[in-house]
Structures are given as structure tokens and as C-alpha cells.
């Protein structure tokens, strides 16, 4: 036996008292970090005697002898059985390595998700999400029902909220661009990418000209309750209602989006309820978007700026106390490779580079700040451009520091588990999830801290929710109906449509949560499409504002050809869904066991890893791999390039048409006889009307002809 526990690497659990340990199902082999994880699967153990362990250990006799003498402890009666794992043969090719370390007796059954949280999500935490929830609540009660206003029964007042100051609007701005999918993904691109997406905040202050100097000017100059109403003004009514079209199928997708994935990832860490989490953000934004209109919402997004702002400061600085300071952080994450801030690197096909980050994010931030409703409706209930500079200006600046510290919170969690991954040990079943583990991971001796946590992912929720319901409704009364459809809506009654359109569109976007959350793989491709439909709409705006030979067809054609190409490529690129190559992540030092996993190293030749060979063998296009980053960019760039295209197409197509029909008219005229003078110039016939008496040719012939065309008796007359 003692020559067999040299030979093989062993996973041991000891287990004191009465204790009985349940067998752990070993999931199938995944990919991740380019390795293939093959767990080990534990099974009971004997009520009757402790010390009788059962252990499944790897049948590929590979194990490195040397670990093993590192494992110290008691182990009687132990028992070998053979591998049970499905999925994988044994092959000399492949080495197995373990993901084990363990000193002394110090050996515990790892806590899953599942069982991190058990207890943990307090009767307080409840208490503080409640309270946050409440709070934003009663800013609907009192803005839908003790703050009316004679002047708040129109549409255009409820939908703007004239005379909001600039405090609020900035902050209330500032949380319209913070989604909990945000918060939750960008620690974990910290953590498993590195730092290079960091460079997301300069395309940020490169907009803040572009929005106060281009496009705002004009939405204050018109006057505009919905900034696609300027496409109507400058196109039509058709372009006007595509891009209303499109700004719908977005942010009701968006709204289903940032709602589920947030209250997933939140529930698997801390146990709360996902369906339960859901119900209660759609509650809240339905009545107080519907109730209270802009006033409501953009107060109660500063209420939840608040609580956003609180919960992540207080992460970063229990975060720093536990892991050492700003110093540790900086030092572990330059160590492991995960500062990177000039990847120079060409090639479109990277996930984040310089150049796919700033320039493709300046595309995505410009179509966010100045031609998204949500965003375009909060700076005109300001009462001034003045003012609308002064909001902009501080909410991307806000926006830029809320980034910032969201990604240091990804430092720090790297920090904490720079030595044990864990997704890759199994504590976690998705990126989203990593920053929620930790606050349960590291926080959980401390009150409070969870339910702040929670309440911040919620704020972000709500804030993101409740300006798309309210952006959303001005959209369908100004631009479908009043414009589409030509239904008069009065002025009395214009705010009653617009709170039953918030209504109705809170249904449709909690239904949605329901369909989305069954197809699964559709999370991803939402967000793909929001940038797509983002670029789309932002380019027939600078069709209209910067180029005068742009036409209605070529803005019509050529908005729905790009959208119908943009999408293709992003349709495809999540069907071939190809991951990116993660850092380099460790296990090494993980203290417990669960599924446990040792880690079998893709077999290299000439440098071309498995993904690499996987994809030759799938024939993926490079055009489905590019970077998603550049996916705003080119929606903007073939709309503008077909638009003008078509533009100059048609132009010239009509120009033809109008010389045919003339030449045909005055064809029609010259060969029609007319009972009175024939007059013969050159090749051309003239018939004259007969005169009477008292009329004198000259008044006759003196007057324009009806079709523009020279009158040539005039001509003929003189020369007589």
C-alpha cells in the first residue's frame, strides 16, 4: 500500500467526531486557462470508522511523487479505487500536476458557492437592501402624488421634468452609465485579463467636446423632447421611426440584461433569491418611473449614486486592510503580469489593446452620451446649454472615478487569491461571480457589509432600469405615436399616456427577464447588441449633422444594411465563441478541498495551442474573432460609408428620372395641335391660342409658361 502512495497523488479529507462527509459528483472536464480540468471525486466516508477514507485518485499514474512527501497527516485503512471520471483517456502525452498544497493536519472541506453563503446573508442585510429599496420607493410616492403640478400634466413636463438643477442631473447621468454588469465584470477583467481595459476612462473625456459642442447645441436649439426627433427633421418621418425602432429592441433587451445577470451572480453568492431579486428591482422602477416621471427618477438616482459610491469605497478600504495596502496590491499585480497599459498591438483580432479600447471606446461613449434618450433627456430637462455643459462635464468625470475604483477592486481581489483561483478551484461557477464571493469570503465576520454590498448592485440596477422605462416611454409618445401614427395626444393628457407607457414596458421588460434567462448563451449576445445597435443609430446622426449630401434613402438603406451587417458579425462571433486566453492562474495554495482537480497541460507543438488548433479546425472567419470593442466603430462607420453611398446613388438615379419626365413633357406639349397660330422655330412647333379682339399678343405671350420651360413665341414676336 505504502509503495501505491507514492506512486499515485492523494486527496484525503480527516474528519473528527461522527462526522459523515458526502460524496462530491465531479463535474465533466472544462476548458479554462488553456488546460483541461479533470476533477477527482470524493466518496463517503464510514460512520463507523473516521479514519476509513475512501479516496478516487487519477488512474493516469502520473502523479509527481514529490507532492505527495509534501503531504503531512494520518491516513489508515485507506483504500485505492479506481477512477470513475468519464471523458478523458489516459495518455502519456499529457502530465498531470496537482493543484494541492497542505500542511500539518490542516486539511477542511472547501466551502462551494452554495454553501459559502448558508447563514451569511443576515436578518441586517435584509434590512439594508429593504431600506434602500424603500427609500426609492417613496421619492415615487411623493414626486406621483404630493409634488403635482397643473404644468406636470403634459407629456413633454412628465417625460423632461423641466427645471431640474445641476446636482442631481450629474449624478443621476453618472448612474445611467454604471450597470451592474459593469460593477461585476470589471473586477473580474482585472483579475483574469489584466489592466490594459483600464484605458476605457481616456475615450471618456474625448466625448465630453464632441457632446457640448456638436450634437447637444442642437437638441437645445430645437427644443427636443426625443433626440430622434431631430432625424425626422433633418430625414423624415421613417428615419425618425427607425431609429426609435431601434433605440426600443435595445434597451428593453438591455433592461432584461442588467437586471438578470446581476441578480444571478448576487443570488449564487449570497443566497439570495434570484427571482425574488428581480421582482423586487422591477417593482420599485415600475411604480416610481411610472408615478413620479424624470423628477422621480433622477432624484432617486441620486439617492442610489449614494449608496453605489458607499458601497464601493467601503469595499477598497476593508479591502486594503485585509491585503496590506495600496503597496501589496500593486506589487502582487506587477508580479503576475497583470499590469498592462500600452499593448500597442495592431492586430484587430486582440480582446484589449490601446488601440481597440480608445478608439473603439470613443465610439461607444459617444453613442451613450449623445444619442442615447436616457442620457439626452436627463441634459434637457436642464434649463440651459450652460447648464447641460456644466452636468456633462462632472458626470464623466464621476463616471471616470467610479471606473477607476471598480478596477482597483479587481486588484485587490487578485491580491486575496493571486495563489488560489477561484474559478479554477471550483468555489465559483462564473467570472460575475468573483467579486460577490469575495465580499462573502473575506467580510463574513463582519455585519453589514454583505447586505451595503448588495444594496449597491441593486442601486445600479435601479438606476439603469427606471431611465430606460422613462426614456422609453418618451420615445413611443413623441416619436410612434404623435409622429408614427399621427394619434393628437392633449396636452392635459400627455402625462397619463406616458406613465402607462412606463407601465407597460416594466411588463414587457420583466417578461423578457424569463425568455432571456432560459436561452442562456443570450446574455452575452445582448450586450454585443447594444453596442451594435449603438454605432447604428450614432452614425445616421452624423449622416444628418455633418454631411449635406446625405438623403433620406441613403440614411433609410443604408441604416438598415449596416444593422443588418453589424449584427451578422456579432450573431456569428457568439455562435464561434471564442474565449480569450486568460493570464496565467494559480491554485497552488489553496488550503481545503472540494472538486478537487488536477490540471492537465495542453500538449504544445511548435507553439500552437489547443485553441489555436480548435479554431483552424473550426475555419472561423478573423472577422467573427475581432474584438468587441470594435463593434460601436464599425456600425457607425458602414452606416455613414452606405448611407452616403446610397445617398449619391439615388441622387443621381433621380436626376435622370426628372430629365426623362421633362423631356418627355415637353415632347407631350410640342406634338399636341392647338386651334390657333403655328409658329415654326428651327425643329420646333409652337401652337398659339387665338387672340381675341381686345387682348394684345404681347400680354399673352409675356406670361410664364406653367411647365418653366421658354415661352419661344416671345422670342418670335420680337424678331418680327
Known amino acids: 500500500m505504502s509503495g501505491i502512495l507514492r506512486r499515485l497523488m492523494l486527496l484525503f479529507i480527516l474528519c473528527s467526531g461522527n462526522a459523515i462527509c458526502h460524496s462530491v459528483q465531479a463535474p465533466k472536464p472544462t476548458y479554462s486557462n488553456n488546460r483541461i480540468h479533470q476533477s477527482v471525486n470524493w466518496v463517503d466516508i464510514s460512520a463507523d470508522n473516521i479514519n476509513d477514507i475512501?479516496?478516487?485518485?487519477?488512474?493516469?499514474?502520473?502523479?509527481?511523487?514529490?507532492?505527495?512527501?509534501?503531504?503531512?497527516?494520518?491516513?489508515?485503512?485507506?483504500?485505492?479505487?479506481?477512477?470513475?471520471?468519464?471523458?478523458?483517456?489516459?495518455?502519456?502525452?499529457?502530465?498531470?500536476?496537482?493543484?494541492?498544497?497542505?500542511?500539518?493536519?490542516?486539511?477542511?472541506?472547501?466551502?462551494?458557492?452554495?454553501?459559502?453563503?448558508?447563514?451569511?446573508?443576515?436578518?441586517?442585510?435584509?434590512?439594508?437592501?429593504?431600506?434602500?429599496?424603500?427609500?426609492?420607493?417613496?421619492i415615487g410616492v411623493f414626486y406621483g402624488f404630493f409634488h403635482q403640478s397643473s404644468s406636470e400634466s403634459s407629456s413633454s413636463n412628465f417625460l423632461l421634468g423641466s427645471g431640474m438643477t445641476v446636482l442631481p442631473v450629474t449624478l443621476s447621468l453618472t448612474t445611467s452609465f454604471i450597470t451592474a454588469i459593469e460593477l461585476l465584470g470589471n473586477p473580474s477583467e482585472m483579475f483574469y485579463q489584466g489592466t490594459q481595459f483600464a484605458f476605457i476612462v481616456l475615450p471618456m473625456l474625448l466625448v465630453?467636446?464632441?457632446?457640448?459642442?456638436?450634437?447637444?447645441?442642437?437638441?437645445?436649439?430645437?427644443?427636443?423632447?426625443?433626440?430622434?426627433?431631430?432625424?425626422?427633421?433633418?430625414?423624415?418621418?421613417?428615419?425618425?421611426?427607425?431609429?426609435?425602432?431601434?433605440?426600443?429592441?435595445?434597451?428593453?433587451?438591455?433592461t432584461a440584461v442588467a437586471v438578470l445577470a446581476p441578480a444571478i451572480a448576487v443570488s449564487k453568492a449570497t443566497g439570495l433569491n434570484t427571482r425574488l431579486a428581480v421582482v423586487l428591482i422591477y417593482l420599485v422602477c415600475i411604480f416610481y418611473s411610472s408615478q413620479g416621471g424624470m423628477k422621480a427618477v433622477v432624484?432617486?438616482?441620486?439617492?442610489?449614486?449614494?449608496?453605489?459610491?458607499?458601497?464601493?469605497?467601503?469595499?477598497?478600504?476593508?479591502?486594503?486592510?485585509?491585503?496590506?495596502?495600496?503597496?501589496?496590491?500593486?506589487?502582487?499585480?506587477?508580479?503576475?503580469?497583470?499590469?498592462?497599459?500600452?499593448?500597442?498591438?495592431?492586430?484587430?483580432?486582440?480582446?484589449h489593446t490601446v488601440w481597440s479600447v480608445v478608439i473603439g471606446g470613443f465610439f461607444y461613449w459617444t453613442s451613450l452620451f449623445c444619442t442615447n434618450q436616457a442620457s439626452v433627456q436627463k441634459c434637457m430637462?436642464?434649463?440651459?446649454?450652460?447648464?447641460?455643459?456644466?452636468?456633462?462635464?462632472?458626470?464623466?468625470?464621476?463616471?471616470?472615478?467610479?471606473?477607476?475604483?471598480?478596477?482597483?477592486?479587481?486588484?485587490?481581489?487578485?491580491?486575496?487569491?493571486?495563489?488560489?483561483?477561484?474559478?479554477?478551484?471550483?468555489?465559483?461557477?462564473?467570472?460575475?461571480?468573483?467579486?460577490?464571493?469575495?465580499?462573502?469570503?473575506?467580510?463574513?465576520e463582519i455585519n453589514f457589509v454583505t447586505g451595503i454590498f448588495v444594496a449597491g448592485i441593486f442601486a445600479a440596477s435601479l438606476g439603469t432600469v427606471a431611465s430606460a422605462l422613462n426614456s422609453l416611454s418618451a420615445v413611443t409618445c413623441e416619436d410612434?405615436?404623435?409622429?408614427?401614427?399621427?394619434?393628437?395626444?392633449?396636452?392635459?393628457?400627455?402625462?397619463?399616456?406616458?406613465?402607462?407607457?412606463?407601465?407597460?414596458?416594466?411588463?414587457?421588460?420583466?417578461?423578457?427577464?424569463?425568455?432571456?434567462e432560459r436561452l442562456g448563451g443570450v446574455l452575452q449576445a445582448t450586450l454585443t447588441l447594444n453596442g451594435l445597435v449603438g454605432g447604428v443609430t450614432l452614425g445616421l446622426f452624423i449622416l444628418g449633422i455633418a454631411f449635406k449630401k446625405a438623403n433620406a434613402k441613403g440614411a433609410f438603406y443604408g441604416g438598415i444594411t449596416a444593422l443588418v451587417l453589424v449584427v451578422?458579425?456579432?450573431?456569428?462571433?457568439?455562435?464561434?465563441?471564442?474565449?480569450?486566453?486568460?493570464?496565467?492562474?494559480?491554485?497552488?495554495?489553496?488550503?481545503?478541498?472540494?472538486?478537487?482537480?488536477?490540471?492537465?497541460?495542453?500538449?504544445?507543438?511548435?507553439?500552437?495551442?489547443?485553441?489555436?488548433?480548435?479554431?483552424?479546425?473550426?475555419?472561423?472567419?478573423?472577422?467573427?474573432?475581432?474584438?468587441?470593442?470594435?463593434?460601436s466603430m464599425i456600425g457607425t462607420v458602414l452606416t455613414i460609408i452606405l448611407g452616403l453611398l446610397i445617398s449619391v446613388i439615388s441622387d443621381i438615379v433621380t436626376k435622370r428620372r426628372v430629365l426623362e419626365i421633362t423631356k418627355k413633357r415637353n415632347e407631350a406639349e410640342n406634338s399636341q395641335p392647338v386651334n390657333g397660330i403655328t409658329i415654326v422655330v428651327g425643329q420646333q412647333r409652337r401652337q398659339l391660342p387665338e387672340l381675341g379682339k381686345s387682348q394684345h399678343p404681347m400680354e399673352t405671350l409675356e406670361k410664364p409658361s406653367p411647365c418653366g420651360v421658354d415661352n419661344m413665341a416671345l422670342k418670335v414676336d420680337d424678331e418680327k
Open 54 to 138: 475512501k479516496i478516487l485518485a487519477d488512474s493516469m499514474q502520473a502523479a509527481r511523487p514529490e507532492v505527495i512527501d509534501e503531504m503531512r497527516g494520518s491516513i489508515k485503512n485507506t483504500r485505492i479505487i479506481e477512477n470513475e471520471s468519464p471523458g478523458l483517456e489516459s495518455s502519456s502525452a499529457f502530465e498531470a500536476s496537482t493543484t494541492l498544497q497542505l500542511t500539518g493536519n490542516e486539511v477542511f472541506e472547501c466551502g462551494s458557492i452554495e454553501n459559502l453563503h448558508k447563514g451569511q446573508f443576515t436578518v441586517y442585510d435584509y434590512a439594508i437592501v429593504c431600506g434602500m429599496l424603500g427609500i426609492s420607493l417613496g
Open 208 to 254: 465630453i467636446p464632441v457632446a457640448i459642442k456638436v450634437f447637444y447645441p442642437i437638441y437645445f436649439r430645437l427644443e427636443l423632447t426625443s433626440c430622434y426627433e431631430y432625424l425626422g427633421i433633418r430625414f423624415g418621418r421613417d428615419i425618425r421611426m427607425l431609429g426609435a425602432f431601434l433605440y426600443i429592441i435595445q434597451m428593453s433587451f438591455y
Open 299 to 351: 432624484i432617486a438616482d441620486t439617492f442610489q449614486a449614494c449608496v453605489l459610491g458607499a458601497s464601493l469605497i467601503l469595499i477598497v478600504i476593508l479591502g486594503h486592510f485585509y491585503t496590506g495596502g495600496w503597496r501589496t496590491v500593486y506589487e502582487t499585480a506587477s508580479a503576475n503580469d497583470r499590469l498592462e497599459f500600452f499593448n500597442f498591438n495592431v492586430n484587430p483580432t486582440t480582446r
Open 381 to 444: 430637462s436642464l434649463k440651459s446649454m450652460k447648464l447641460a455643459r456644466v452636468a456633462l462635464y462632472f458626470a464623466i468625470l464621476g463616471l471616470i472615478l467610479v471606473f477607476l475604483i471598480n478596477f482597483h477592486t479587481g486588484l485587490i481581489v487578485y491580491t486575496q487569491y493571486s495563489s488560489c483561483d477561484p474559478l479554477g478551484f471550483g468555489r465559483i461557477a462564473a467570472k460575475d461571480q468573483l467579486l460577490p464571493f469575495y465580499v462573502m469570503d473575506v467580510f463574513k
Open 480 to 516: 410612434l405615436l404623435e409622429n408614427g401614427f399621427n394619434i393628437k395626444i392633449h396636452p392635459n393628457t400627455g402625462a397619463t399616456y406616458a406613465k402607462w407607457m412606463s407601465l407597460g414596458y416594466g411588463i414587457f421588460s420583466f417578461l423578457l427577464v424569463f425568455v432571456v
Open 568 to 631: 451578422y458579425i456579432g450573431v456569428m462571433a457568439q455562435i464561434s465563441n471564442v474565449e480569450p486566453k486568460p493570464l496565467p492562474l494559480s491554485t497552488a495554495e489553496c488550503n481545503c478541498v472540494s472538486n478537487i482537480t488536477t490540471i492537465i497541460p495542453n500538449m504544445e507543438e511548435g507553439g500552437n495551442s489547443l485553441q489555436g488548433v480548435l479554431l483552424q479546425e473550426n475555419g472561423i472567419s478573423s472577422i467573427f474573432r475581432l474584438s468587441y470593442m470594435w463593434y
